[in-house]
């Protein structure tokens, strides 16, 4: 069954003629799929979302506790030492916690300053300091529980550091929506999002989620070599120029991000066939370079992780198969199994496949996973990039 609408109907919908932010274009396009929009389509709306790893200081039972107590929190006075002291004495806190003044009195003081910070964190923020506190290595706060792994010998020219994340918790925000097509990837243009209330709010919906996950640190050193290679780069000229062809936007495109989102998802692939859970199950999140105004960060790090609100989140497989020999033996695995497809040669050979051709050696044989897993909507693939092509093994970062 269909929808009918009249353009009368169409005002206050986000994609009425009200909304000063669609070009007319835009707009007959959008009014005239609205009208024959199918009941219960995913294309009525696309939620936008942003989501991010609860690390330390804010996964502290100190932080946690304080958040029963925002909003006196938000009209404290910093300066005043008076009413800071009355309000620790008043919640009880240092004997709940048995932590002492002076941690307590840091870690208000550290809030506070968050709040009147005038610049919102952006997403490259967030990644940035997820990365750091991964690197850091061991951890054991309430919702942030790591321990440094060793990397086996085997593995040790390309991979630095292995991380198990044996308690995470990962807060997921709606921030707005989209009709007709998801994200910003074609137009640069967050006005696009329509927002979730007439009048701006100071909060937003959100859902918290629990569970676990491997990290994975590769050589920087070597990382930046391999990118660095002639045949490399020429390869990578092939999706530029699918990508501008498309007109698609995506700043963290680099040989470095298909080459860790490529790996993420094979890795992703070979684990659900060892530790019980579904692909759908796994979400990724790749650590690359990223750019920032004039500021240059380079990361090199995948988090294969599960998330869910249930019991699902705990159940240990995955940590498990992040120890020892255990991720030797993944790993290994995933890159035997990433030198053949059952589309091959044609796969390995492509000269661009999927959305707007957006991958290169990479199918649903081989490299692609369900939707819920890819922060990239399965694109920016290429198999090459682990293990060289038939006639070209150097362009593989594991051509050794």
Known sequence: MKYSFSPNSLKGYPCSGNRPWLKDKDREVCTESLRTIQ???STIYYPNHVSALSIPPWSDAIQKE??????????LNIEDETELDFFIKFTGITKKLKCSYEELKRQIIHRLDNYRDPEPKQDIDIRIDEYKAFCQGNNSS???????????ESLREYIDQIVLAKRIKEVLVLTGFRR???GDEFENDKDKVAPLSSSKKNWLPAVEFWGEGIFIKFNGKKLRQWEEREEVIERMRILEANKARANFHCDRFSPRYVFLHTFSHLLIRQITLQ?????SALKERIYTTEVQGDKLYEMEGIFIYTASPDSEGSLGGLVSQGRGSNIENTIKKTLDKSRWCSSDPLCIQSGGQGLNSLNLSAC?????LPETSC???NLFLDRATLIGTLENKNIGFFNS
């Open 364 to 368: 649903h044989s081989c490299a692609l």
């Open 275 to 279: 530790c019980g859970y579904s692909a």
């Open 66 to 75: 304080l958040n029963k107590h925002d909003g006196a929190l938000r009209e």
């Open 180 to 182: 007709i097509r998801p």
């Open 375 to 377: 922060e990239m909507r």
């Open 142 to 152: 309430a919702d942030f529980v790591i321990e440094l792994e060793e990397v086996p």
């Open 39 to 41: 009941r219960g389509s």
